[in-house]
């Protein structure tokens, strides 16, 4: 169990990026959802105990993880947003090399780790080929081969399939969902769609708060029978009063989704809430009270 209690950070440059956050999370993969800016990676920068928080306590299973930062690395995996790479050497060089900085010092035990590793996340028949050649999908699952050196009991991934193809990205969120069975797995993402396929709990974070947290289907189950969708032509008005989720294009048509307890109008139908619904519900400026 990750706990997470009163959680502050504040730049020197006068942007509070994380205000009072808490949270319990427990083994398996929790998202945590927000727009860019919301305050994601400072929050994840700050578990990775690569910058020191304001106030507030983070434990591990008991472990306090601010207190003694090296310490605590010992029980933590990182693979941040940018994940860079000396591509003009192997995976299997590069990820020796990180196992000795990992405190590995027995060679014969270093080349068996590193094997197991790649043979983890599919890249062991690539282990001498260089990294400048890997795909954006290869390259994040060398990122976890690295994050899980250790055993660690906590693995932060912060945003991990922007940018793949939709075959990696299949192929990540199947990775992730292995690796999560034994230990806390913190997905931070932007994509809803992450969020909805891999987490069985989680919470949205907007402006270094969060709004709104659970699972996802207790969540939607909160906004049921008061999510209307209309199909109307791209020029079709909207009404300033409606209290709209989304509007986007759909098959060359406009889908506008509102929230309201009566239809808005004999034009819209009541739907099914989904996930973006909950999302975008959340980061409205006066978004719904959902105790969960």
Not at 47 to 65: C, E, K, P, R, Y
Not at 142 to 147: K, L, M, V
Not at 194 to 206: F, Q, R, S, T
Request: hydrophobic share 40%; charged share 20%; net charge neutral.
């Amino acid at each position: 169990m990750l706990e997470i209690q009163g959680l502050s950070k504040t730049y020197d440059n006068g942007i509070q990026a994380l205000k009072n956050i808490f949270l319990k999370i427990p083994h398996g993969i929790f998202g945590l959802l927000g727009p860019n800016g919301a305050g994601k990676s400072s929050l994840m920068r700050t578990l990775a105990t690569l910058q020191t928080a304001d106030q507030g306590n983070v434990t591990l299973d008991g472990i306090d993880l601010l207190r003694d930062p090296q310490q605590a690395r010992r029980y933590l995996g990182y693979l941040p947003q940018d994940f860079g790479v000396y591509p003009q050497v192997s995976a299997a060089e590069l990820l020796n090399q990180l196992a000795v900085f990992k405190g590995f010092v027995n060679a014969q035990e270093r080349r068996g780790l590193v094997a197991e590793q790649l043979q983890l996340v599919n890249l062991y028949d690539q282990r001498n080929q260089k990294l400048g050649t890997f795909s954006g999908g290869m390259r994040q699952r060398f990122g976890i081969a690295q994050a899980l050196l250790g055993s660690p009991r906590l693995v932060i991934v912060d945003d991990p399939t922007a940018g793949l193809d939709p075959a990696e990205r299949i192929r990540f969120q199947n990775l992730l969902a292995t690796i999560s069975r034994d230990r806390v797995l913190l997905l931070s993402t932007h994509i809803v769609e992450d969020v909805a396929e891999l987490c069985p709990k989680m919470a949205i974070l907007n402006r270094g708060k969060i709004v709104q947290q659970g699972s996802p289907r207790t969540l939607m189950a909160h906004l049921q029978g008061r999510v209307w969708m209309c199909e109307a032509a791209p020029d079709h008005p909207i009404d300033p009063r409606w209290a709209v989720i989304t509007t986007r294009m759909e098959r060359g048509g406009r889908c506008i989704r509102v929230l309201s307890d009566t239809a808005p109008d004999a034009a819209f139908q009541l739907v099914d809430p989904d996930l973006n619904d909950v999302y975008f519900t959340a980061l409205m400026a006066q978004p719904v009270a959902i105790a969960v």
